[in-house]
């Protein structure tokens, strides 16, 4: 339930290195419901273009084994597939990106929640069609007993619990992001370290690429025509991502509703940002930030970078009279590091 909107790779990759700075490798592939592009520069002489290849599908794999809704099988499938509310076992996988969302769902105020499922299903995005009946008052009430990711889903090391038998996990606004990372940690494994690893638009970065320069990303600009980029970024050893409101929605009756809900109040925001980039130090960060920042809006959601030195960039639907498309915002910590050489 994400749009991201990075041109990843056409902007960063050109180029080979040669000799003995090591070999350039890249690799695509298909995970998560979407693509992924993978580029190793510099990769050490002993190390084969299929050893890394295998590396990457065999990370993604069991990422997708532990946090993947769609995998009936998976370890996040059968935790909600489970009606008791006794602390079960959990991978250190799965531990690490719950205590990563819980982070980020205290930091962004309730508006980052991995217990969304049953508002997203209530809404039909995805599969709602042109005249079904908006969600009444009464129904997004009932919805949300069963949203609370605070109150809900409790942590505890290496074990998680329910609190409500009812409640599920998903895991699609931070899984991407962990897993960019993991492949990075598996491409360091290699002792390679410089790399681009991007997972549907979400990605992560290291060092330098072949011609010697930081990545350079371009972000879409929205509402655009194809590839039509708002700005270009230089990005190393950080984790990027980018989410906005622009390609997945529906109209009827003259108002426009988007995917993106508030977890608080049920409803699609209404709010006039309709994209937010995000910086971070990991991919997965990144991917959770992105949605928080883009349900909370630019007012609220620069509040709180601002409070927490985050580096974010917004971009939001002028009011009528503006006599302009968009209005844009950069926090300090993304100025900072956009400017940076």
Known sequence: MRALFFLPVGLALSGCFSGDEGETYRFSGETMGTTYHVTAVGVPDEVTETEIALAIEETLAAVNASMSNWDKE???????????????AISAEFAHVMAAADKVHALSEGKFDVTLFPLIELWGFGAKKPGDPIPSDAEIAA???HVGQADLVALDGETLAKRDPEVSVNLS???KGYGNDAVAQALRGFGIENYLV????DLVSAGRNDEGEKWKIGIETPE???NSVEMVLPVSDLGMATSGDYRNFFEQDGVRYS???DPTTGRPVTHRTTSVTILAEDGMMADAL???MMVLGAEEGMRIAEANDLAVFFISRAESEAGQDYVKAASPAFEKLRDAE
């Open 259 to 261: 995917h993106i809900i």
């Open 173 to 175: 606004a931070i899984a």
């Open 74 to 88: 998976s370890e996040v499938s059968r935790f909600n597939g489970m009606a008791s509310t006794e602390p079960v």
């Open 198 to 201: 991007e997972i549907g638009g």
């Open 143 to 145: 919805a949300l007993t």
């Open 290 to 292: 992105a949605t928080a």
């Open 224 to 226: 655009g025509k194809a």
